[in-house]
């Protein structure tokens, strides 16, 4: 990937909407507050003559007070109201937190692929730090405050850029780990890291013996490589090299990702950068770890990683 291919693709990449699980949350939230709405317009337009105003008045209060208190009023029983309507009170609280916690501190995620090995398996489930570097409006991930920058080694997900426009892709999340940050130049031949001109130390720790849907990788050799921000593992295959790049530079707004997998991973070696705003957050840790494919649990996975 040459830097005049790379920079041609940056303004392609696909406009960034999250319709996730938080999406689906927002809109029940907004539907459960039409339904309140339309419940306390409901009760004041029975109401005429001299009390309409009145009624329009304290209509206006009850849903001020909802909207402050998450109750139509301190004392007030609604179970004379439709089914519906004291769903939508009831559950109206619980909908916020749910969407501010997942929106806004920490989000769940599950692993798809061996491309993160041996840091991450295929079937762990992880959880994602939105808060580290940010403030940001879930589903259009815009940023609103920011608290620090990504640093080289972390491990983030992210919306893919699909620069293609494949549909396959679209709305998909990644995750890998940052090796280059905008500004910096990157090379990768015959599985050596280069940052900025000087080549990045390895040293070989044997052989790796898979699990599970890991099983694929059992043979390949398993080395430390050592970059700034924090020594990690990655796998090299025993008998080739990784998908190779030519030097190039990191557009400012952009980072250069790459997975733990060397020779198993789809990264900005073949499709390009990503793009900071599409950076959903930081993986902190594993919560539990379930393979589908082979229905076998291993809690030792449970816990934080390099």
Known sequence: MSNDISSGVLANAESFFAWDVVTYLFAALVLALVIVIVDLLFFASKRSGDDAQSANQSTLGKFLYFLIFLKFSKNEKYKHRPKIVQWSIEFF???????????????????????????????DFIVVNKFDYGLRLPI?????????????????????????????????????????????????????????????????????????????????????????????????????????????????????????????????????????SYIIGKAVGVWMHWDFNYNTMQFSRIGGFD
């Open 93 to 123: 609280p619980i909908l916020i937190l749910v969407i501010l916690f997942r929106g806004f501190v920490f989000e769940p995620f599950r692993v798809p692929s061996n491309s993160m090995m041996p840091t991450l398996l295929t079937g």
């Open 140 to 276: 259009i991930n815009t940023q609103l405050i920011e608290f620090s920058a990504p640093e080289r080694g972390d491990v983030v997900v992210f919306r893919y850029p699909n620069y293609k426009k494949d549909k396959a892709y679209k709305g998909a999340d990644f995750i890998k780990r940052i090796i280059g940050l905008p500004g910096d130049t990157i090379s990768y031949t015959r599985d050596y890291l280069t940052i900025n001109g000087s080549e990045i130390d390895y040293s070989e720790i044997g052989s790796y013996k898979g699990v599970d849907s890991g099983r694929a990788m059992s043979g390949y050799n398993l080395v430390r490589e050592k970059i700034e921000g924090g020594n990690h593992d990655i796998l090299l295959h025993p008998r080739g090299y990784s998908p190779e790049l030519e030097e190039t530079t990191v557009p400012e707004g952009h980072y250069f990702v790459m997975g733990d997998n060397r020779a198993y991973s789809s990264d900005s070696r073949v499709w390009g950068f990503v793009p900071e």
